[in-house]
């Protein structure tokens, strides 16, 4: 009997909990053994594995985070480190892996499988959207809900006493989050990384929008932009400070349950992975493109350069003239 294992790690994101029943589930209905494995990479090198079936994963799919736990794990770029995760997997007879997170945890996985053998496939499971060969990754569309909802929260307050929200949300240097939600939730202005900005200009707009009551009083920073502490500095030059608040919204942007696009998601992309490996291929990335889910090679999935989406970008700037 085949036996395969599955981890998160990274960041969690909200539609691990789905990917991982879906994982379990496919596997089940193949006839494998399928293993979780706790923290991660972590949990990996220390043989924190448990065995899992499909009554395990039963009701998880509404929930956020990830059951299995997640870890950060910098030393597993060594050698070394590799070659005891390895030797945790054939110490279990454990032929594939299925990895959920983010570009770290892909070049994890392809070091597995170059040096050591393991047949591996990654699922993107990152809130960022930063792995730039699929449409989307797992978590971004509910972190993107969950930055409108804070939106029309802060909207409230700020517009009850005309003062204007300089709000910094998550997403490292891809400032997808910010332009997603900041479209979407009619923003002053959305800041992102790789694009300037001129403060006098954006001060004099806040300014015009305040007196004539058409703002929506958020201006949206991604992180990857700078903080939002320094924005509010930058425009406190032009204009009156007291008028300016600024919130980061942390680590509220990658809890809470999954919507139905990323639990669909995760789910088509979960039991897809579970066939690739059963076709004997290794090293693959799976993605989603407009509703098709698809593989390549590792390699070619993180060489795919992130982009920044200049017609959304302008046509967030045209809504909000």
């Known amino acids: 009997m085949k036996k ?3 981890l998160t790690s990274g960041g969690d994101a909200p539609g691990m909990n789905p990917c991982i029943r879906a994982v379990v589930r496919t596997a089940e209905y193949l006839g494998w053994e399928i293993y979780g494995i706790r923290r991660g990479y972590v949990g ?6 448990i065995r899992l079936t499909g009554d395990d994963v039963n009701d998880i799919a509404q929930k956020g985070g990830t059951i299995l736990k997640s870890a ?11 070659a005891k ?13 299925v990895v959920m997170g983010g570009d770290g945890s892909f070049q994890g996985a392809k070091a597995l499988s170059d040096h050591f053998g393991i047949n591996v496939v990654c699922l993107p499971a990152t809130i960022d959207n930063d792995l730039a060969y699929t449409n989307y990754t797992i978590g971004f569309p509910t972190a993107v809900n969950t930055v409108l909802e804070a939106m029309d929260r802060i909207r409230d307050t700020m517009q009850s ?6 709000m910094e949300v998550m997403g490292r240097r891809c400032g997808d989050i910010a332009l997603f939600a ?11 990384p790789g694009i300037d900005v001129d403060y006098k200009e954006l001060a004099e707009k806040l300014i015009d929008n305040r007196s004539r009551e058409r703002n929506s009083n958020i201006v949206v920073v991604a992180e990857g932009f700078g903080s939002c502490a320094e924005v509010r500095k ?9 008028y300016l608040r600024d919130i980061v919204l942390g680590h509220t942007q990658r809890g809470g349950r999954p919507n139905m696009q990323d639990v669909n998601n995760a789910i088509k992309m979960g039991s897809y992975a579970v066939e690739v490996l059963e076709k004997g291929k290794t ?3 799976v993605g989603i493109n407009h509703g098709d889910v698809f593989d390549l090679d590792i390699t070619d999935a993180l060489s795919v350069p992130t982009i920044i989406r200049k017609d959304l970008y302008k046509l967030s700037q045209i809504i909000a003239d």
């Open 234 to 242: 930058e425009l406190s030059k032009y204009m009156e400070p007291d």
């Open 161 to 166: 006493h005309q003062r204007i929200c300089i």
């Open 182 to 192: 900041g479209l979407a939730g009619s923003a002053d202005a959305i800041l992102l």
């Open 44 to 49: 990996l090198i220390e043989d924190d594995i």
């Open 4 to 6: 395969i294992a599955v």
């Open 283 to 285: 090293c693959r990335a």
């Open 72 to 82: 950060r794990l910098k030393d597993f770029e060594k050698i070394e480190v590799q």
């Open 85 to 97: 995760a390895a030797e945790t997997l054939k110490k279990h007879n454990i032929e594939c892996l």
